[in-house]
């Protein structure tokens, strides 16, 4: 299996906290990207990262923010959290552009109260 | 149209059946084609490239049609273990951002 490290694995927070969710792979790929899944709407992307200090937006972006400092780490910030945003987030990495297949982290498990 | 297709489902099949499902795509310039499997609350998980040739891998084979813009997934001799969401993924030209369709879903019973 990748080597795609998700973290936490749940979450339970409240309405307007800030949350990180960390994404740490040890494949050295350059391209990683954040998902939500939602019942009824399939995976949904909502940043990616090209490279690091690369990132572009989703189709699903507002609300919320990436970073990614190094190679390895990939970080989803949601700034103040809404009920809508509750879903399970997965990370996934890919080595080429488009041509090789993306490997998922376990997921996250978000619950906003 | 949107971009990947599938039907959603569910298929119910008894075990040892055969059962193939087929994912639709827009874009016909369309590169790069995948079969993921993913179970009840895990990550979706790789299950074989689809190549121009066709592939098999053991009880599955997937194929390409590119005239028609539709990949398949056949299924032979149906395991309960194989009861999943199956998602095929289809990457556009020059991108790195794959469309993944939303998932077939898959119930093999005894």
């Known amino acids: 299996d990748a080597g795609i490290t998700q973290s936490p694995r749940h979450k339970v927070t409240e309405t307007g906290t800030p949350v990180t969710l960390r994404c740490h792979q040890t494949?050295?790929?350059?391209?990683m990207y954040w998902y939500r899944q939602d019942p009824g709407h399939g995976l949904r992307l909502i940043h990616y990262s090209y490279g690091v200090k690369d990132t572009d937006k989703g189709e699903v972006s507002d609300g919320y923010s990436v970073s990614r400092s190094k190679t390895e780490d990939f970080l989803l910030t949601l700034e103040s959290a809404t009920s809508s945003q509750t879903s399970v987030y997965f990370c996934a990495i890919s080595e080429l552009e488009g041509n090789q297949p993306q490997h998922f982290g376990d997921g996250t498990r978000l619950s906003i109260l | 149209r949107k971009e990947v297709e599938q039907d959603p489902g569910p298929f119910n099949v008894p075990e040892g059946a055969t059962v193939a499902f087929n994912c639709t795509y827009s874009n016909s310039a369309s590169q790069s084609f995948f079969w993921y499997r993913q179970d009840c609350r895990k990550e979706p998980k790789l299950l074989m490239s689809v190549y121009s040739s066709g592939n098999e891998d053991g009880r599955f084979t997937a194929q390409l049609n590119r005239a028609s813009q539709y990949i398949s997934l056949l299924i032979r001799d149906s395991k309960l273990s194989d009861s999943a969401t199956y998602l095929c993924v289809v990457t556009p030209p020059l991108s790195y951002i794959p469309t993944f369709g939303r998932g077939t879903s898959l119930i093999v019973h005894p």
């Open positions: 494949e050295n790929h350059r391209y």
